[in-house]
């Protein structure tokens, strides 16, 4: 570990990575594997860069709530010299010249602090598994938009097929054909998957859609997992004001020491002993009056700011509120045009032709509403997707 050997244990790092790249396909020859909706949630859960880090979060607010009561188990500690002068270097160690102990100390936490520590653990807790869920359902809420995407690319595709020679091709974006659509696609789900080792296909009839009717009925209610996230933030800002009110109770701290569990020094005792009149009981008591008002302004801005707080997640709610009506005026209004367009459709299937020119006409207008439908479909996935991230997948 010594810096003369940082470029030799870079060199080593450096090979590894030329290894790793080299075994890296090209992305056009790896499989592909077709998987159901059920699999693909099940792998981003498992490799999900996003959601194993926000896990790591929830380990690690688990451990801070253990650790208000791991702080009380008697701790252990070993402590031991030798001193020798230069002209006994030579020489052997003797048992005189050796001296070491053991000592066992109990510490009981603040007694006034720990009803807040432990109900703040668990605040802590709370949040990160909440925070979990939020990222798992954003992940789900972009999957769902590529898939839904992908199946009506496909659609389009297969329309195209049977198009009229007299419709016009629908016009395509520069630079970007089926092959690289394909490639963005599976791209994306590879990361979204956390799985890059195939190029993955989703089924889309494996996946729930979106029932239009049954979400409109939530939309005057928030989400639990969004409610509980406001309420998380009022609660922390709360819990804030009730640290600073602590420190006007008086400290109250308690510990058992026991100095020699064991010790052997000098010759003149050695062995293990442990009795009452070796081990010490510590309780201290204090209280300090808040002459320079310190606390008193402290905790003055820590109920302002739950009030800033207060303010913050109304004017939160109010955008929330207005992006929610964005939603349901797009859905309805794409619903109710799209049950338009397909009474329309089955209007000019129904008709009785005459002539060769109008069923060369019905066949292009047919033609030319269904591309419609597809496409006005793709753009409404956007607002399903928002669903999604707002409400979750269906059950």
């Given at each position: 570990m010594c810096s003369c050997s940082v470029k030799r244990h870079l060199a080593r790092a450096e090979a590894r990575v030329e290894g790793m790249y080299a075994e890296t396909k090209d992305w056009g020859k790896l499989p592909i594997r077709t998987i159901t909706w059920q699999q693909a949630v099940s792998l981003i859960m498992k490799h999900n860069v996003s959601v194993l880090e926000v896990e790591d979060q929830i380990k690690q607010?688990?451990?801070e709530s253990l650790s208000v009561?791991?702080?009380?188990?008697?701790?252990l500690s070993y402590y031991g010299y030798i001193t020798r002068t230069l002209s006994q270097l030579t020489s052997a160690v003797t048992e005189d010249e050796l001296s070491h102990s053991v000592n066992v100390t109990f510490g009981m936490p603040m007694l006034t602090q720990v009803p807040y520590r432990v109900y703040s653990a668990k605040v802590r807790t709370i949040s990160a598994i909440k925070a979990k869920e939020g990222k798992v359902?954003?992940?789900?809420?972009?999957?769902?938009?590529?898939?839904?995407?992908?199946?009506?690319?496909?659609k389009l595709r297969e329309l195209a097929k049977h198009a009229p020679e007299e419709?016009?091709?629908?016009?395509?974006?520069a630079g970007i054909g089926p092959e690289q659509e394909d490639e963005q696609y599976w791209r994306e789900v590879a990361r979204l998957l956390g799985r890059n080792d195939a190029r993955w296909d989703i089924l889309p009839e494996s996946m729930p859609h979106i029932q239009w009717e049954v979400y409109e009925k939530r939309l005057?209610?928030?989400?639990?997992?969004?409610?509980c996230q406001y309420a998380m933030r009022l609660e922390q800002a709360r819990m804030a004001q009730y640290s600073v009110a602590l420190s006007y109770l008086p400290t109250i701290n308690?510990?058992?020491y026991s100095p020699s569990l064991f010790s052997s020094s000098g010759g003149i005792y050695q062995g293990a002993f442990l009795n009452m009149d070796d081990t010490r009981i510590n309780l201290s008591v204090s209280y300090s009056?808040?002459?320079?008002?310190?606390?008193?302004?402290?905790?003055?801005?820590?109920?302002?700011?739950?009030?800033?707080?207060?303010?913050?997640?109304?004017?939160?709610?109010i955008d929330h509120r207005a992006r929610i009506q964005k939603i349901r005026v797009s859905m309805n209004e794409y619903h109710n045009w799209r049950s338009f367009m397909l009474k329309h459709i089955d209007y000019l299937n129904a008709r009785r032709l005459t002539t060769a020119d109008e069923?060369?006409?019905?066949?292009?207008?047919v033609y030319s509403m269904r591309r419609e439908l597809l496409e006005q479909e793709k753009n409404s996935v956007e607002s399903e997707a928002a669903l999604v991230l707002e409400y979750g997948m269906p059950e």
């Amino acid at each position: 570990m010594c810096s003369c050997s940082v470029k030799r244990h870079l060199a080593r790092a450096e090979a590894r990575v030329e290894g790793m790249y080299a075994e890296t396909k090209d992305w056009g020859k790896l499989p592909i594997r077709t998987i159901t909706w059920q699999q693909a949630v099940s792998l981003i859960m498992k490799h999900n860069v996003s959601v194993l880090e926000v896990e790591d979060q929830i380990k690690q607010a688990e451990r801070e709530s253990l650790s208000v009561y791991t702080e009380m188990v008697p701790g252990l500690s070993y402590y031991g010299y030798i001193t020798r002068t230069l002209s006994q270097l030579t020489s052997a160690v003797t048992e005189d010249e050796l001296s070491h102990s053991v000592n066992v100390t109990f510490g009981m936490p603040m007694l006034t602090q720990v009803p807040y520590r432990v109900y703040s653990a668990k605040v802590r807790t709370i949040s990160a598994i909440k925070a979990k869920e939020g990222k798992v359902r954003e992940v789900v809420s972009r999957l769902y938009k590529l898939v839904r995407e992908r199946e009506i690319t496909m659609k389009l595709r297969e329309l195209a097929k049977h198009a009229p020679e007299e419709t016009a091709a629908p016009p395509r974006q520069a630079g970007i054909g089926p092959e690289q659509e394909d490639e963005q696609y599976w791209r994306e789900v590879a990361r979204l998957l956390g799985r890059n080792d195939a190029r993955w296909d989703i089924l889309p009839e494996s996946m729930p859609h979106i029932q239009w009717e049954v979400y409109e009925k939530r939309l005057d209610h928030l989400s639990e997992l969004v409610a509980c996230q406001y309420a998380m933030r009022l609660e922390q800002a709360r819990m804030a004001q009730y640290s600073v009110a602590l420190s006007y109770l008086p400290t109250i701290n308690t510990s058992i020491y026991s100095p020699s569990l064991f010790s052997s020094s000098g010759g003149i005792y050695q062995g293990a002993f442990l009795n009452m009149d070796d081990t010490r009981i510590n309780l201290s008591v204090s209280y300090s009056l808040d002459t320079k008002l310190y606390n008193w302004y402290s905790y003055k801005q820590s109920r302002d700011r739950y009030e800033r707080e207060k303010m913050k997640l109304v004017d939160e709610m109010i955008d929330h509120r207005a992006r929610i009506q964005k939603i349901r005026v797009s859905m309805n209004e794409y619903h109710n045009w799209r049950s338009f367009m397909l009474k329309h459709i089955d209007y000019l299937n129904a008709r009785r032709l005459t002539t060769a020119d109008e069923y060369i006409t019905r066949s292009s207008s047919v033609y030319s509403m269904r591309r419609e439908l597809l496409e006005q479909e793709k753009n409404s996935v956007e607002s399903e997707a928002a669903l999604v991230l707002e409400y979750g997948m269906p059950e």
